[in-house]
């Protein structure tokens, strides 16, 4: 046997990361700065400091305790006396659909520091705690201020009093000693907030921060300063998004190599989402059905759930009137959604009935059904673009509808196209 002979595939969010870390170790800090270069910034300004990168440690999903596992830390040093350290958190799916909202916060919400506004957040707090780890501290822990500013509620009344519920009765804190030894040989030990940047590579068509009113989101990552006030603005250049079209384009791939295009085919069906053109979609979802029709499409829609493992109602939907909400498995985590709306026609209520399924999946039928219309259900902060297909009025006929479509949905896998 050869050493050709050796094959290595990358499976997942942890492939695709440890794919682009040994496309990087390969390539060299040149090009390693390129991909730094493709990070775009939510104060809309390039970073100066990243063209004189001289050396870049890189540091693989270090268990960091109450700080959670950084899928990535990026330790740039330059012609300057303090390293930069950037923080990357990958998520293979859509920021908004790994964002929770910060409403609910840590304490009601055990999920809450895997979505990637909760990552983010939990970064920034051991950027706080790294930066005031000095000699007279043994471990690393956070400043007990910060801990009782997270402690608040979110109330998003502008007050400048937000917090996440983190209900902990001590602060965050690192104490295994083989990771701090590896965090203060890398130079992260009292270093200035300033170096830190925090990153987001998740699959979108643009950054999540674009839209002007974004600090106002409920879905916003949560900076908090000493004081417990948000220092959203003021933080900007150093929170960052990349986008995997970003890292497919010919100038970065090229060094990434196959394992990295191979790791993002066994998770996603396109370096972005399924561009849907024009934006003025109808919105469904927010006219109320009657009880009657909802309960007997709820009944269906569980029947189907019960005798399928794959498919799960979880009555998210239920917080927008008339929308009932399936989730099944796929790699793209896309969503299926059947929407009761109410209408007069000749002075009489008429129930129509919509079958969606995520836009982002690309497809324009499902087990045979075409589904041509575009509309989008506004949930908060953030609009779902579905792809949709009225179903008929008789129950039997919906029913076998939705069932062939789930099962085309579960079943569908079309080799993605990254090219």
Known sequence: MTVN????????????????????????????????????????????WISKIQSIELIVEVGCSHFGN????????????????????????????????????????K?????????????????????????????????????????????????????????RKKPRRLIKQGVLNLLRNAGLKALPLSQFRFVALTWDSKAYFENDDFHQSEYRPLFLDMDGNECWKSILGQVGWVGFSKLNEPQIVKHLGEDFTNACKTMLEGPEPARIEGEDFELIGN?????????????????????????IYNGEGNKIPGVLTIKAKHRSKGRIKVVLETARVGGREVLDVFLGVSASMGKRTWAGYPFDECRYIQKKDFRYIFRTRKLPSDLKEAEEIIHSVIDDFIGDNREPDLK
Not at 80 to 104: H, Q, W
Not at 113 to 122: C, E, F, K
Not at 289 to 302: A, G, L, M, R, Y
């Open 5 to 48: 002979d050796l094959k290595v595939t990358w499976y997942g969010e942890r492939g695709i990361v440890n794919s682009i870390v040994v496309g990087l170790q390969r390539a060299g800090v040149s090009n390693a700065i390129a991909l730094l270069n493709a990070i775009q910034w939510a104060n809309g300004v390039g970073q100066s």
């Open 70 to 109: 950084p899928d990535l830390i990026m330790v740039c040093r330059t012609d300057e006396e303090r390293p930069y350290c950037i923080f990357i958190e990958a998520k293979v799916i859509g920021y908004e659909d790994s964002a929770k909202s910060n409403k609910t916060g840590i304490d009601n919400n």
């Open 111 to 167: 999920q809450f520091n895997s979505s990637i506004n909760g990552q983010l957040s939990l970064k920034y707090r051991m950027a706080l705690a790294l930066s005031q780890w000095n000699d007279s501290i043994k471990h690393l822990i956070e400043p007990n201020c910060i801990l009782e500013a997270y402690k608040k509620p979110f109330s998003d009344d502008g007050q400048n009093n937000n917090g996440l519920n983190d209900q």
């Open 287 to 311: 006219t109320p059905s009657s009880k009657d029709d909802h309960n007997k499409f709820e009944e269906i829609i569980k029947a189907i759930a019960k005798d399928n493992s794959e498919v």
